[in-house]
């Protein structure tokens, strides 16, 4: 078999060698937003076998073994590591035209070596003990991993409640060659709609800020103390997923009164949960704004819309879709509200709708403060637009509606230390897509003019953007070792 993932992979032209080659190939990573564990991460666990690294926690391959028509003991269920391994790799073939094939290639050439094979239920058992042989090398821990794959920094993304024991064992560890950073995601604080759970989280933030919530007052204090503690372990960044953002006017004695309805158990109605939901939601934003951090708006989700399955497997198993919410008009006045009274942090803004590219894309132009470039970004395709398609209409839409040269790139947004190479797929697909236009006369074939806005977007606009250092980020010694021809 002729080799599947080779060097010049997605690349249709020479132009588009040129840059990824030249340029975007050997940059470090800097993966600002991930599900990734820090517990795994500090304690540079060693996994067993692939399924516990590769399979479990990803509902991009749930899904598709599900609608190839495995059975779910085979995916979530009982079965052993090997079986479900295997279930796995017979569904591989069935995935081609998905996004899927793609990545499961990538992911075993990079950093298994293995790109002689297709994984398939032929080749299972030797891919099965290849990959299973390497992760029990000391290169293959979780450090080790994050190594080899080049990552200057991540971002995980951690509950006001978590103590952040991980990442204070992380800092203290000074063998550890890259940086792991908390962000800060109070969306459980946001669900007053949600009954006992929102009590129980209440509960539990009361403890973990050590202040007894009986009121709205007091929610903000604890919200306040935790938003604190975490910019004292280098938090720079929040995070909320939210169906879209919420706008309603609310004066202080009625949310009073929403949350003690709620601390008494009685039933919350959408309007008094929006109310609630805005007034928190703006002030949570205010505390963004007090430390200089950075805010991210995961917008338009439908979330665990398979009710059977949310009793039978719970929440985030892979039955969430894409939404059709109204965002653009709540979402405008939302930052105009910050904007109005000079208090709108720096903020990037994700959707999941493909529908909502160009407004996404038009929607940054209106609060940028010609002071910080790229002060508000449109977030990297997300979800369910994480492919070549959505990808390559993610950038023109960017590039038509503003300024793609200061977009700060892809994270992995992944709970699988092997997802890495996704970002690999995300500068091919930009290096194709600016070598097709210079193929075209569309834009100069001048690879330092170009090169540069690739080397920006896949690298040093995020350093920029999270305020990595105050040096030019080409000086750092990790890429002045490079041998790009950028350097």
Known sequence: MDVFITEDFLLANKAAMDLYHGFAENLPIVDYHCHTSPREIAENHQFANMTQIWLAGDHYKWRAMRAAGVPEDRITGGASDWEKFLAWAETVPKTIGNPLYHWTHLELKRPFGISDVLLNGTTAQMVWERCNACLAEKEFSAQ?????????????????IDSLEFHQQLKRDTTCPFR??????????????????????VEKLGVASGIAIGSYQNLLHALKKRHDYFHEQGCRLSDHGLETVYVEDCAESELESIFRRALSRKTIDPLSARKY?????????????????????????????NPRRLRELGLDTGFDTIGSFDIAQPLSAFLGKLDDRGLLAKTIIYNSNPADNEMMAAMIGNFQDGRIPGKIQYGGPWWFMDQKDGIERHLNALSNMGLLSQFIGMPTDSRSLLSYPRHDYFRRVLCNLLGAEIEKGLIPHDMDLVGGLVTDVCYRNIRRYLDLANEDPMSSPRLASLTSTVV
Request: net charge negative.
């Open 144 to 160: 080790g991993i994050i190594r080899q794959m080049n990552v200057e920094l991540l971002c995980t993304t951690d509950d006001p």
């Open 180 to 201: 792991v950073l908390p962000a800060f995601r109070a969306d459980k604080a946001l669900d007053i709609d949600q009954g006992p759970a929102f009590l129980a989280y």
């Open 277 to 305: 939901k805005s007034a928190l939601l703006f002030e949570l934003c205010l505390l963004d704004y007090s430390k200089e951090w950075v805010q991210q708006f995961h917008l338009g989700v439908l979330r665990n819309v």
